[in-house]
């Protein structure tokens, strides 16, 4: 995952523009000039981050957002869209398609990194290595966590669990789809291993007042909300 960034646009002199200027910030830049082929490239290993075009031809950038934010693959994905003057911004947040940030046409090279960077540190990246939320802190290559500077003890597969709640506060999961997350899909457990697991992540967290952040959400699963 690194720093790979997936461009998707159909206009090859902005696609070159990119590859060239994030290529020189410390990007690895892939390209894809539909929707359709930007499909194909994430069905192998995801980048860190996507700038999608709105307009496209063939399926467009809206619907493609849609799409990937629907698919467990792919749902917590950065996006950032590019939208020309003229497509009113506004009408396109009420799209709701799961954007993270919209930048507007023409933009500069640099706010485009600057808004990236920005982004990647929210949702928390391998480049940083650390995603912190409320008094959470994660250092995924050490792989520890700390509560409010303290030095927490949590074993591996609530580390896991912790960290795709923390890359998607406020959201609602399913218990199949936490399985499908953190075990991986080719794994057969039982959804009630979920509850074993969250209660030990909660017993964890309890000591240090954190355990509140796990909630239940009656008749679905379970959500991280940190507020
Ligand atoms: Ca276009």
């Known amino acids: 995952m690194d720093n790979k960034v997936l461009v998707i646009e159909d206009e090859q002199e902005i696609r070159e523009m990119l590859n060239f200027s994030l290529t020189r910030a410390g990007f690895s830049v892939c390209e894809a000039d539909s929707a359709e082929s930007a499909l194909r490239q994430l069905d192998g290993p995801l980048p860190a981050l996507l700038i999608i075009d709105w307009m496209l031809p063939g399926m467009s950038g809206v619907e493609l957002a ?96 912790l960290e795709l709640f923390m890359r998607n506060p406020e959201r609602a999961f399913a218990r199949a789809q936490l399985l499908d997350r953190v075990w991986g899909r080719s794994i057969y457990v039982e959804e009630r291993t979920v509850d074993v697991h969250v209660l030990r992540l909660r017993k964890t967290l309890k000591p240090h007042g954190a355990d509140q952040f796990i909630q239940t959400v009656r008749g679905v699963g379970y959500r991280f909300s940190p507020a």
Not at 92 to 108: A, E, H, I, N
Not at 128 to 136: E, K, Q, R, T
């Open 66 to 161: 849609r799409r990937l934010r629907r698919d467990e693959h792919t749902a917590s994905l950065p996006m950032i869209m590019l939208t020309a003057r003229g497509e009113e911004t506004d009408k396109l947040k009420s799209f709701d398609s799961g954007m993270d940030d919209y930048l507007t046409k023409p933009f500069s090279p640099k706010e485009l990194i600057a808004r990236m960077k920005a982004l990647l540190r929210r949702t928390g990246t391998p480049d940083s290595g650390v995603i912190a939320c409320g008094p959470l802190r994660l250092d995924l290559k050490a792989h520890k966590l700390s509560v409010d500077g303290q030095a927490v003890k949590v074993g591996p597969t609530e580390f896991r669990l």
